[in-house]
């Protein structure tokens, strides 16, 4: 099945400008995660939505950042009034979080963002 | 702030010898994953051993997990050329919740 997906793959942008980042997870997954990535570094996480549940925003670095998932699937991450530190692949993974399911994250293939 | 930590940062080997890389972490964990990055993008799941299991298998893989130590290892053998990556040690601390991700091993397997 489809794995995944994110878009855009590369987003080059203009310091001060707005993105969005977008992530569709795989289909029936009730678990999504946003995670970054700076060169030659971790991962760093980011966001954390769970069905209904109120999201867990606490890695988000700076009001900049805001995320939102829209009917339990797509999600999109927002960072506003971009600055050149905010250069990083964004990676969203999902994962099934049903009883009896497993933990894993699936990870998509990432956005890299660069800010000029 | 990053939990896990994994060492070496960077391992070179030939084609054909085992790979070892470990992995350090500081608070009670749920399950601990290990992951592989090729280039820089997507991340690979590989294996994921709970914490109430000390040793897991797959294929050419070998995962071990020391709950005393705050410890995991995962062994890579025969290695081949296609294994060269990035590879994490991520751990969750309870079921399902976020990943906390080491800095990760650079493999190199020389032909």
């Known amino acids: 099945g489809a794995g995944v997906s994110q878009s855009p793959s590369n987003k080059v942008t203009e310091k001060g400008k707005d993105v969005e980042l977008r992530c569709d997870p795989i289909s029936g997954h009730t678990a999504l995660y946003w995670y970054r990535q700076s060169l030659g570094q971790g991962l760093e996480f980011l966001i954390y939505?769970?069905?209904?549940?109120?999201?867990?925003k606490s890695g988000l670095p700076s009001d900049r950042f805001s995320a939102e998932r829209t009917g339990g699937s797509v999600s999109t991450l927002t960072i506003q009034r971009t600055q050149q530190e905010d250069s990083a692949v964004y990676l969203c993974a999902s994962s099934p979080r049903a009883r009896g399911t497993s933990d894993t994250q699936y990870f998509g293939p990432g956005t890299r963002l660069t800010v000029l | 702030s990053q939990q896990g930590e994994e060492d070496p940062q960077a391992l070179s080997i030939q084609e054909g010898e085992n790979a070892t890389m470990n992995c350090s972490y500081k608070?009670?964990?749920?399950?601990l994953q290990w992951y592989r990055q090729n280039s820089g993008r997507g991340l690979v799941h590989l294996i994921l051993?709970?914490?109430?299991?000390r040793e897991k298998h797959s294929g050419r893989l070998r995962v071990t997990l020391d709950t005393s130590k705050k410890s995991s290892s995962l062994l890579i053998t025969a290695s081949r050329a296609a294994d060269t990556a990035s590879y994490f040690c991520?751990?969750?601390?309870?079921?399902?919740?976020?990943?906390?991700f080491g800095e990760g091993t650079q493999l190199t397997v020389n032909p």
């Open positions: 608070t009670s964990i749920n399950n």
């Open positions: 991520a751990t969750a601390e309870t079921s399902g919740s976020r990943l906390t």
């Open positions: 051993i709970r914490s109430n299991e």
């Open positions: 939505f769970q069905g209904n549940s109120a999201p867990d």
